[in-house]
């Protein structure tokens, strides 16, 4: 299958351990976040979002934080293991989820 | 349920030739959008639709890229002529209320 990430920041962590995958998106008036997984092959998985007045999210092993004072965002992984090994993605709206803007995306690797 | 389908999933032409993409959304699912996902990058959204209307086609390339949605429901991406640069993944997706977007797998374009 295709490979995805090729050239992308890259993130390695032992199997157990938790992950943090950062992100700084670009447009203040942003007011929609999403997270994506992307298998290499297959099109973007959708993981977790928030809307900008929240500023953390929980879902089954994820959790989403968002600094809207200095545009960041990061998806944190508990307990991480070999099937989260992927590109992820953050991707932003203005526009209540329409016109997304993805970023640049970071491969994590999880060693076994 | 059935998940957005693509079709080619590959497809290897030379440059100056013509090629069509064919993407089937979810049933039920009112918006569709095509991304172009450039090999160590993240999607862009090169054109939304609300039904068979465009909502947006500001990335879209109109002199060589062009789409359709005509009944509302399937849609094809048609680029012509073809350049080197238009390697990519071609992705399509759809949601129902704009806010989570399902994506397919994809077709793997490899102009030469």
Avoid at chain 1, 86 to 108: H, K, P, Q, W
């Amino acid at each position: 299958g295709e490979s995805v990430g090729l050239h992308l920041p890259t993130l390695s962590v032992q199997e157990g351990d938790n992950s943090i995958i950062n992100c700084a998106y670009s447009n203040s008036a942003s007011d929609y976040f999403i997270w994506y997984k992307q298998e290499s092959g297959k099109g973007p998985q959708f993981i977790i979002d928030i809307r900008s007045n929240m500023d953390k999210r929980q879902g089954q092993r994820v959790t989403v934080l968002l600094n809207k004072t200095v545009k960041h965002l990061s998806l944190q992984i508990a307990a991480t293991q070999p099937g989260d090994s992927a590109v992820y993605f953050c991707a932003e709206s203005y526009n209540a989820g329409n016109m997304l803007t993805f970023g640049g995306g970071t491969r994590l690797m999880v060693k076994p | 349920e059935a998940g957005v389908a693509q079709s080619p999933r590959y497809k290897i032409i030379e440059k100056r030739q013509s090629v069509a993409f064919w993407c089937n959304p979810i049933s039920g699912h009112a918006t569709l959008y095509w991304y172009q996902q450039i090999l160590g990058q993240g999607p862009k959204l090169l054109i939304q639709f609300q039904n068979n209307g465009v909502v947006d086609d500001s990335q879209l390339p109109k002199d060589r890229f062009s789409a359709e949605r005509l009944k509302g429901v399937d849609s094809t991406l048609k680029i012509q002529p073809a350049k080197l640069e238009d390697s990519a993944v071609y992705l399509c997706a759809s949601s129902r209320t704009g806010d989570e977007q399902y994506f397919g797998p994809g077709t793997r374009l490899t102009v030469t």
